[in-house]
């Protein structure tokens, strides 16, 4: 199959609205009044629990692991037309047709693509400096930015040459997408979480005390 024929297959997957879906099949609501109105997982959590969430949460990640990792390693394509595939269920997920080109953040959908684009371990190092930043940040737009600045280091440090590359190429143009699907948190600075900033202010109490 073209490799255009592969980005049109990746956009579509992409732009499937599972958790819009999920939220007015199963649970009767509409996702746009629930939460902050995003049509991702994190408000089918909101909206049905723990079961459903997951469900949102899985689909979205497999909407972008499997049709770039079909095309990497069924199709064997390389290159920047693999690129372009990579992005697109981003993409799709961002700006939907399905939802009028108003789609989700594609958070769920990025740590998919980078799965099936390096078999496993990029979406792996991702999903950990992600919850890294869930956890050290206060914002989830700045814990997303904490999330692919970790895993561009990771594609420095572990990939050689060509490959790192044209790794880079993705993430550069996945990093961008990104910013702007979060593009209205970005107006609040960075903050530390509470637990982190009592910490922080108790180590510098505690130094200062030292000093008298």
Known sequence: MHPFLWFLLAFFAGSLPFS????????GRNIRNVGDGNPGATNVFHAGGVAWGILALLLDFLKGALPVGAAAYGAEIAGWPLALI???PALGHAF???LRGRGGKAIAATVGLWTGLT??????MLGI???LGELLLNGDAWA???GMGGLGAHLLLNHPGE?????????TGNT???????RTEYMQPPRLRRWLERLVGADRAGGAGGNE
């Open 129 to 131: 400096f992600l919850t």
């Open 96 to 98: 939907s047709p399905f």
């Open 20 to 27: 819009a879906w999920i939220t007015r099949l199963f649970l």
């Open 119 to 124: 078999f496993g371990p990029s979406g792996v």
């Open 86 to 88: 990579a992005l697109a």
């Open 144 to 146: 997303v930015l904490f």
């Open 163 to 171: 490959e790192a590359a044209f790794l880079l190429s993705v993430w």
């Open 176 to 182: 961008l997408l990104l910013i702007y699907t979060h």
